[in-house]
T-cell receptor, first 116, second 110 residues
Framework: DAGITQSPRHKVTETGTPVTLRCHQTENHRYMYWYRQDPGHGLRLIHYSYGVKDTDKGEVSDGYSVSRSKTEDFLLTLESATSSQTSVYFC???????????????FGPGTRLTVT | GQQVMQIPQYQHVQEGEDFTTYCNSSTTLSNIQWYKQRPGGHPVFLIQLVKSGEVKKQKRLTFQFGEAKKNSSLHITATQTTDVGTYFCAGAGTASKLTFGTGTRLQVTL
């Protein structure tokens, strides 16, 4: 498996509290992604990064922010957690082709977040 | 935006039977990738198809990319219990991100 870790692996938090999830890679890959996985929805992209301090929104970015101050770390923040953000969150990394299309993505083990 | 649909959502087969999952995109894709996720695990990359009409095989798994580069399929011959999991297709447009299908969960019983 690629060198990707996520922390914490499990978290229970209350509605309205801020939460930060961390993704750390040792592969020096340029691209990093945050997805959420919910039953019936597959994997949906929240935000992604194409370099240090370079990020862009995915399809379900409302209520989430990200930061990437170092190549190896990509943080996902829920400013004020809501019950609808209860989910499993996966981080992924990849490189891209010259055309810009992505190569395969390597996923971290996931973080199970419950908002009560 | 780009949408990727995958059918069926769920399939239950007996060991030894064949299995096929289909993936359709609303837009033309630059490439399509397939992933497998075991229960409780994370998605793991299986294969990438880039060319129109491309067919690739990995042991009992056969992957196809449609001529129009808008659809794909994964066929498993003679399923085994080790094939259990959810299979996702993921389409790439021109940006460095993937749109995942909703997945097909495969259950295999003896």
């Amino acid at each position: 498996d690629a060198g990707i870790t996520q922390s914490p692996r499990h978290k229970v938090t209350e509605t309205g509290t801020p939460v930060t999830l961390r993704c750390h890679q040792t592969e020096n890959h340029r691209y990093m992604y945050w997805y959420r996985q919910d039953p019936g929805h597959g994997l949906r992209l929240i935000h992604y990064s194409y370099g240090v301090k370079d990020t862009d929104k995915g399809e379900v970015s409302d209520g989430y922010s990200v930061s990437r101050s170092k190549t190896e770390d990509f943080l996902l923040t829920l400013e004020s957690a809501t019950s609808s953000q209860t989910s499993v969150y996966f981080c992924a990394i990849s490189e891209s082709m010259a055309s810009g299309a992505p190569y395969e993505q390597y996923f971290g083990p996931g973080t199970r977040l419950t908002v009560t | 935006g780009q949408q990727v649909m995958q059918i069926p959502q769920y399939q239950h087969v007996q060991e030894g039977e064949d299995f096929t999952t289909y993936c359709n995109s609303s837009t033309t894709l630059s490439n399509i990738q397939w992933y497998k996720q075991r229960p409780g695990g994370h998605p793991v990359f299986l294969i990438q198809l880039v060319k129109s009409g491309e067919v690739k095989k990995q042991k009992r798994l056969t992957f196809q990319f449609g001529e129009a580069k808008k659809n794909s399929s994964l066929h498993i011959t003679a399923t085994q219990t080790t094939d259990v999991g959810t299979y996702f297709c993921a389409g790439a447009g021109t940006a460095s991100k993937l749109t995942f299908g909703t997945g097909t969960r495969l259950q295999v019983t003896l």
